[in-house]
T-cell receptor, first 118, second 113 residues
């Protein structure tokens, strides 16, 4: 399996522009997670989907952020308008959902998109 | 105060040393504990997981949880240069209806040959 695929790997944009990040989860996984990683705040969960339905978006910083999962093999995270403080590495991860012990099954992370907003 | 605290390092050790990486947490509902390893410019990958208190060993790696102290540790024996990476602890409260891992900020480990 190719693993979780993210595109683009790097994105440099100017403040005010729209940014769209893309993710293809591992085939067969039914949970998809979007994270943001910064030096100061570490890895933070933004939103996650289960069977293509958004379950928890409490980590989305503000209305400028939106995420969609139109089908089981594709998700997008959009920032409109972008701001310099959005600069971070954005990771997508996928999993089979819940493990037998009630915990989240192993999450497999993509390589990330490094976003720089000037 | 963050729910999970982790010293960012870097922690520099010579090859062959025993490494101890630690996290403290404040949420007593956490019951599932994980260690992820993240190489530079890569996504995190799960290294080990354990429930509640106790030890778990996997090769050169040992994960330890002390729920009474709200403290978890990862020990690496006979450290190798290939172990140089950032190690993130992660935790989850079970039976909440949500799948939500809370991560530490990571400790950067450098193992010199």
């Amino acid at each position: 399996d190719a693993g979780v695929i993210q595109s683009p790997r790097h994105e440099v944009t100017e403040m005010g522009q729209e940014v769209t990040l893309r993710c293809k989860p591992i085939s067969g996984h039914n949970s998809l997670f979007w994270y943001r990683q910064t030096m100061m705040r570490g890895l933070e969960l933004l939103i996650y989907f289960n069977n293509n339905v958004p379950i928890d978006d409490s980590g989305m910083p503000e209305d400028r952020f939106s995420a969609k999962m139109p089908n089981a093999s594709f998700s997008t995270l959009k920032i409109q308008p972008s701001e310099p403080r959005d600069s971070a590495v954005y990771f997508c991860a996928s999993s089979f959902g819940r493990g037998s012990g009630g915990h989240t099954d192993t999450q497999y992370f993509g390589p990330g998109t490094r976003l720089t907003v000037l | 105060q963050k729910e999970v605290e982790q010293d960012p390092g870097p922690l520099s050790v010579p090859e062959g040393a025993i490494v101890s990486l630690n996290c403290t947490y404040s949420n007593s509902a956490f019951q599932y504990f994980m260690w992820y390893r993240q190489y530079s410019r890569k996504g995190p990958e799960l290294l080990m997981y354990t429930y509640s208190s106790g030890n778990k060993e996997d090769g050169r790696f040992t994960a330890q949880v002390d729920k009474s102290s709200k403290y978890i540790s990862l020990f690496i024996r006979d450290s190798q240069p290939s172990d140089s990476a950032t190690y993130l602890c992660a935790m989850e409260a079970l039976n909440t209806g949500f799948q939500k891992l809370v991560f530490g900020t990571g400790t950067r480990l450098l193992v010199s040959p």
